[in-house]
Structures are given as structure tokens and as C-alpha cells.
């Protein structure tokens, strides 16, 4: 077949999905994010459906904030789960094809490490890591590093481009023929093909070179969130993928318009850069079915988890019926927009206290119904320039990684919308991405 | 049975072996370095020969000697290798009972991201992590992590004392029973049974909670190389494995009387610290043949590597034939008595440069011979109070590995020195150490 454009997709596995009450469905393992098998399970389901990449969003710390008191205690959520970094490889062991990407903070790392470690992780898993790129925000985690607060936003994107031109330059330190290993002549490597970066900037000094080398991908894939001005340039300069945040078509499409209009300045072809806005899926073979799984999840959101969710808007409600409605709250006014809006929302559709919560936890862009429903939205998406395809937010554990795989996926390759078979060995041949070139080999070629 | 006191075997797989020339002998994957087959078949190996653990040593960075010039491209040592840390959990997937230890410094990294990722490793591997703690020294290493030199003893002893407090510290966050999962009360965990660290030092100042629990060996297996009087001391406090240097008996029996005598202090029974010095070994079913083996890997030491590891003793040999005696140097005078030890050697046993640095390279405790011969001596020393087992330094992978699991493991199993089945399920159980109790338990059990 003459296979037309196709849809990209990403698996996000991070904890027992994205739904905020996941812990108590009784089909999910409360235990799973401590044992490597519930990891493992969803990653092979992840493989089996023919997905691009699984992905783990991560965070260095556990967020303090439990107000209304008891509420962290209840919501199982981003609590305790296995190092991402330290899991990859072993899923990269038993897994084949599917692309491995994990967060590294910039904020909370060295770039040498960072190098290291992602190049390590392409080699054994045959050329399937990807690094995404992320400048950390939290409080807590500013508190496990030495600091009484995070970097002020200027600092950390500043910190973020230097640590990003480190980590490729440190991938650059071997040509692909910097080692003959020669045993009868006793040559073990070319020294003109080992380039020393010697980096000496704002944030960094790393003279290198790295000791890692001979990466299946050259280097591995970079991916990002990069939805600010700072955050779109660097995506624009230097992402293979991005993982997008749009929950309505129009304003996805013209994210997706401006980011592929920027490349152009870096001498970027649009087309080597993925965007992937994320998507929660509830299936069924009907749409009840769909909605009853959906009304089940939500009905297991805890009162305290779900007044912790309105908190910030809306302050402490933990003394009013949470069937009763929403009372008038005490506004700080900077927070005065967001909280008009959900206060609208609430008189509108006159919501009790629960009937907001449980709206507000539910997430953004999230698609109820049958196979053929939900892949009709991902299409109209795909077809108007919205989007590269999609990453896939998972409400509940293995459940929701699964369901798709088995309902939605083969309804996308009905269309012609998704592949049949992994085309390439790589995840950067899987994306469809050009092969990387390293910078020294293709200033010898120039000159050459 | 009733079973002897057993040896504890470690096998160290840095790189392609321990001796300079292994990556020209016809037997060794030159490219090993960067090829996970390599790193697995050995740690199979090992495994198969029931050894306690493997073991990485390991540097963050290159280091930058090349003298005389065109050494470092010829050495093949230590050069590009798969970062320790990523390597493991892969290992971790792929084999079930040895013990996984590696290298991180508390001089470069965070004790957050230790603690974290040692903690991973250990539910990964179904409790069989170690953590090696050492300070780094190379200024190779300062380099690559914004430094011009590195940090000074005191400096560094004093921040590897309080990581360490820091990182074990942040293993306890979570007592055994801290997560009730009680999917229909809502309450996921115990507040009652999380601890905040609150750490706040010289060096560091860290908040915690761990977000990682429920290690299966309670938590990682401590290792040392504790041979300055501060790193003795870090070893006696907390250390449950230390691996020692010493090439004589009569050392190594006055080094394990020491630092098992310093830890009564600390309120700790001698018997949960195990000592291993390094051994290499060099098998043969005669023992011509085994000599047959050293030499073939003596003849394969290049004669620039060779100056190398003379060089900062003698200086730049470079222009004198190797084949002809050793010249006069011209000595530093810090460096004279080292020099003057090197060259009384050459002159009594009348050695031409090529014979003074094949001697020197081949290592400390070497032992050439039958396994007959090999389990002597290694025995001796177990029995005389010189160490709990060994830590194997194989000098080419994976012949020296396999030759030890398949002559010299049957020799010790023979004898009874040696275990012939996993005793335990975790690392710990195998090294017969005791269970790791949490503090806040037993600070509640104090007081109960």
C-alpha cells in the first residue's frame, strides 16, 4: 500500500494513570506504582498496540500541600513510584520495539549525567530512548535540592537552552568511526574523530568528552512541553516531539501553526518535529457503556481529594455539605480570574460542591464514547492540521492502556490512520525523523 | 550440612577486565564496552557460579593523560563504557539471584537522586542493590562538573559522611506498614508512617519524603573502599560490605583486625561488615598453562601504554628502547620514594623497560595457577583472618570471569568454603546480614 501521512502516538505510564481516583477502581493495583510488573504490563500492552513511545511524566519529591487536611493521605496520587531513569532499562530488557521517554530536569541535574545516562539507555535498548525536557516548578522539589524555593522562570528556561546545547554537544563526542579497534596494530581509537566540547557558559562548565559512544539513534530523541514563548523556541530550535496541552481543536491548531512556523528560522524542515497533543480515552462497545465506565471513576473521587482540587480557588469548603451548593468564597485577587470561571461554571449548570469537583478532576481534552466516536475527534484533529497524532493519557491503570489498544488502535488502522507493523528499527525511524548527523562528521563533510 | 563460615564472592565487571592490554586479546569483544551482550553474559556468568554480587566501578569522565602522547588512543582502558547506574536495572530484568552493585559519588551527585534510584534498582531487582559510595578524585571528573580541580579531602570526606546520613535518611521516609491501600475507606496512606527528613547541614539541606518505598532488602546493601583513616571510619559506621586493596596477607589481616575492631563504637557486630579484598586470578589446568595465559596477555601491553604507567614515576621513556635497560631519571622530589622503589626493582632483577612495566601493570594480588593452587592461597587467607571472601578482578572478560566460575567456584564448593545454591532471596539474605529495621520503628518499638 502507498501508506499515507500517519498518526504518531504516545502512551503516557506514569503512577496508575491520569485519573485522580485511578488507586480505588477495583480493576487497578493499588501497589502497582512500587512493583515493576504493573510498569511492565502496561509497556508491553503499549508495544502490542504498535505505539510509538511510552512516556513517564516524573517529579523529585512529593508535593506538601494537603489541604484540606488529609487529603494527600486519600488521593494517591504522585505519592511513592519507581525512578523512571532507573526503570527504563529494565523495561528496555524485555521490550522490543517500543520507544522509551522519560523526563530529566534540567533545574536538578548535570548535563554530564544527563548525557550519559540517555546515551547509555539508546545503547541498550537498540535505539529507542528519548529525553523530555522539562525546567521543574515545584516547591517541594526545589526543597530535596538545597533551595527554600524554585528558580525564578527566566533562570530556569536560561539554565534549561545552555543544559540542552551541553548534553547534544557531549552526544557529539565521537564520530561513528572513532574506533577502528585495531588489536594487531593496537589502535583503539582515532584520536582526530574524539572532539573534546570544552563548554564554558553562564550555567555550565563540562569539558568532556563523553564516555559514552556509538548511540543506534546518534543521539537520542528530544521531546518537550514547550507551550510559553521560551519554552516554543526551544522546541522549535532543537525537539524531535512535543507533547501539547489544547483541549479545544482551534486553539490546537494554532499552537500547532506557530510552533512548525518557527522552524523555519533554525533551518528546520516542519515536518522533523512530532506534535502531540495529550487525550484521555473512555471506551465502550456502546456509548452507555463508555459513559457508565466514565461515571464509575468518577464516583470514586474522595471528598477531601476533590476539595483539595477546588482549594485554591475556592478555599477551604471541608465544613459545607459537598452535596449542597457551591457558597460564595473569599477571593485573593490574583486569583480572581481563574475562580470567576469555575464560579460561573457552577451557577450555570447549578453544581453542588461534589458535581464541580468531580467536572474540574476529570481532566482536559478527554473523548467518551464508542471506538468509532473517538477516533471520528482524533481524526478531524489529525486531518485539520491540529495535530502529528496524539499522547495518550491513560484515566486508569491497566485498564485505559489497554482498552485502547484493543479498541481504538485497530479502528485507527481501519482508516489507514495507524501503522499495521513498527516500520523501523529505531524510534527515530519509527517517527519518521531524519537520522541524526553528528556536527563534526558534517563539518569535515563540508570542507570535504 | 551444617555449613562452615562461607566465603562472599564479588566479581567486578568494569569494562573489558581489569588488566591494561585485555581489549587486544584474541578472546575479548573489543567493543564490548558499548554492547550490553557483553555486560550480560559475564553478569550470567557470574550468576552461574552463585557469586554474592557484581560489581562496577566507574568515573565520570575521561581521563585527560595522554603521555606520552598517542598512550591514551592505544590503552583501551576506561575509555567509553555504559553508564553503571542505567546498566543495572537492564541486568536486573535478566537474571534473578546475584547481587547488583555500582558506583555513584557523593562528590557529583545529589543525595535525592541516589536515594531514589538505588531504591528503584532494589524493588526492580527484587532486593539485590548496592550502592559503592565514593568521593571521586580524577580532576577529569571535576571538569566535566563545572570545577577546575577537585574538591579537597576534608571537603570531600565530610560531604560523603553526611550523604550518606542524608540518603539513608531518606530510605526510612516510609515505614513497612505506612500504605494501608484501603481502596474502600479512601485512604491510601498511613500519615502516621511517612517521616519527613527535614535534613539541614553543612553540605546539604533536604527535605524528603523519599517518593520510592517498600524496598524489599529494607534498603540497599552499603559498599566501601575504605582505606584512608575517615573512609575506615564512614565503613565502620555504616558499611555492610568493604572492599579492600591490601596484596600481602600480613596487610590484609592488620586492616581486617582495624576496621572490624572500630566498629564495636558504633554498636555493631563485626560479623555484619564483610571484607573482601580484590584477587585476580589466572587459571590453567597446569600450571604451565596458566602461565602461558599471563604471559600471552603480558605480550600484549603496547609499549607507549607501557610508558604510561611508568611515566610519572620516570618520565617521558619515549625515546629509549624498550628492549634496553632503564635510564636514570630525573625525580621530583615529592615523588621519590616511590620512584626509588620501582627502580631498585629494575636494578636488582637487571629489567629492561619492557619487563619493569609488564611487572607493573599486571596489578597487586594476582595469583597464577591450577584452581588448585589459586583456592590455596585463598583459602589461607580466609582462614587466617584476612577477609570474609573476595572480590574478583578479572583481567579479561569474559575468559577470566567464565575460567573462575568454571574451575575455581567447583574448587571452593569442594572444600566447602563456598555455597552451592542461593541461600536467600535478597542480596542481604545471601551475604548473611541482618534484616534492615526502619528507625522510626524501632523508635516505636523503644517505646512500646
Not at 566540547?197 to 543521539?219: C, E, I, S, T, Y
Amino acid at each position: 500500500m502507498t501508506a499515507g501521512r500517519m498518526m504518531r502516538l504516545g502512551m503516557s505510564l506514569r503512577g496508575l494513570g491520569y485519573h485522580i481516583a485511578a488507586w480505588r477502581h477495583p480493576q487497578v493495583p493499588a501497589d502497582g506504582t512500587l512493583r515493576f510488573d504493573h510498569y511492565l504490563r502496561n509497556a508491553r500492552a503499549a508495544e502490542r498496540g504498535l505505539f510509538d513511545m511510552i512516556f513517564f511524566a516524573d517529579g523529585i519529591g512529593i508535593r506538601e500541600k494537603d489541604e484540606p487536611r488529609g487529603s494527600l493521605a486519600r488521593s494517591g496520587y504522585e505519592i511513592v513510584e519507581l525512578e523512571p531513569m532507573t526503570l527504563l532499562p529494565a523495561l528496555a530488557a524485555l521490550t522490543r520495539n517500543i520507544g522509551l521517554v522519560t523526563t530529566a530536569s534540567t533545574t536538578y541535574n548535570e548535563p554530564y549525567h544527563v548525557a550519559r545516562k540517555f546515551a547509555t539507555l539508546d545503547i541498550i535498548s537498540d535505539g529507542r530512548a528519548g529525553w523530555n525536557i522539562v525546567t521543574s516548578w515545584s516547591e517541594a522539589e526545589a526543597r530535596n535540592f538545597n533551595r527554600d524555593s524554585h528558580l525564578d522562570y527566566d533562570m530556569r528556561y536560561g539554565r534549561a537552552a545552555e543544559f540542552v546545547e551541553v548534553v547534544t554537544g557531549l552526544w557529539d563526542s565521537w564520530e561513528a568511526d572513532a574506533f577502528p579497534y585495531d588489536k594487531a596494530g593496537g589502535l583503539f581509537y582515532d584520536e582526530r574523530r574524539m572532539h573534546v566540547l570544552d563548554h564554558q557558559g553562564r550555567h555550565f562548565k563540562v569539558r568532556g568528552p563523553l564516555n559514552v559512544a556509538a548511540m543506534p539513534q546518534g543521539r537520542p530523541i528530544l521531546v518537550q512541553a514547550g507551550a510559553s514563548e521560551q519554552g516554543r523556541e526551544i522546541a522549535a530550535a532543537t525537539a524531535d516531539v512535543v507533547y501539547a496541552a489544547q483541549d479545544s481543536m482551534q486553539a490546537a491548531q494554532a499552537y500547532y501553526a506557530d510552533l512548525k512556523g518557527r522552524m523555519a528560522r533554525y533551518g528546520r524542515d516542519p515536518d522533523h518535529l512530532k506534535i502531540l497533543p495529550g487525550v484521555r480515552t473512555v471506551v465502550g462497545r456502546t456509548r452507555a457503556e463508555a459513559q457508565a465506565k466514565f461515571d464509575e471513576l468518577q464516583s470514586l473521587v474522595d471528598p477531601l481529594v476533590g476539595l483539595a482540587r477546588v482549594f485554591n480557588a475556592l478555599g477551604d469548603l471541608s465544613g459545607h455539605d459537598v452535596d449542597g451548593p457551591v457558597p460564595e468564597p473569599v477571593i485573593e485577587p490574583q486569583m480572581r480570574s481563574s475562580v470567576e470561571r469555575i464560579l460561573a461554571r457552577a451557577r450555570r449548570d447549578n453544581l453542588t460542591i461534589r458535581q464541580l469537583y468531580t467536572q474540574l478532576t476529570a481532566g482536559g481534552f478527554i473523548l467518551i464514547g464508542t471506538a468509532a466516536d473517538i477516533v471520528d475527534v482524533l481524526q478531524e484533529w489529525f486531518e485539520a492540521g491540529a495535530c502529528d497524532g496524539f499522547n495518550v493519557l491513560p484515566t486508569h491503570l491497566p485498564v485505559a492502556c489497554e482498552d485502547f489498544v484493543e479498541h481504538i488502535t485497530p479502528e485507527l488502522q481501519r482508516r489507514g490512520l495507524f501503522r499495521t507493523a513498527y516500520e523501523g528499527r529505531t524510534l527515530r525511524e519509527n517517527l519518521g525523523l531524519p537520522p541524526h548527523v553528528n556536527r563534526h562528521t558534517a563539518a569535515r563533510r563540508a570542507v570535504e
